[in-house]
């Protein structure tokens, strides 16, 4: 079992920033793709960023150049630093990794969410 411990959000002003970390915990063989997702209330959970084992980003077009993905693999961590933050950026953000136990199996994991709060 795996746990994804994250960390960072809070309240900050518009065009502030914030920097969210998140653990992978447990028994892990391998971390590959590890991405941030964000929820709107009433809405479903959007992809906002991922980075490949390998460290190649994504990003969705509203937050591309604004956000930035990466990650320490002997750490095993991602975190998502966001500058110049937007109202509309307010959301419950998620940490979410594909972690293999073993060479032969992968599974997929969340976090419980931490709240960017952003005032205008």
């Known amino acids: 079992q795996v746990e994804l411990v994250e960390s960072g959000g809070g309240l900050v002003q518009s065009g502030g920033s914030l920097r969210l970390s998140c653990q992978a915990i447990g028994q892990i063989y391998r971390i590959n793709e590890m991405s941030w997702y964000r929820r709107y209330p009433g809405k479903q959970r959007e992809l906002v960023a991922s980075?490949?084992?390998?460290?190649?980003?994504q990003y969705v077009d509203s937050v591309k150049g604004r956000f930035t993905i990466s990650r320490d693999n002997a750490k095993k961590t991602v975190s998502l630093q966001m500058n110049t933050l937007k109202p509309e950026d307010a959301a419950v953000y998620y940490c979410n990794a594909d972690v293999q136990h073993s060479p032969k199996y992968e599974y997929n994991y969340w976090g419980r969410g931490t709240q960017v709060t952003v005032s205008p």
């Open positions: 980075i490949s084992a390998g460290g190649s980003p």
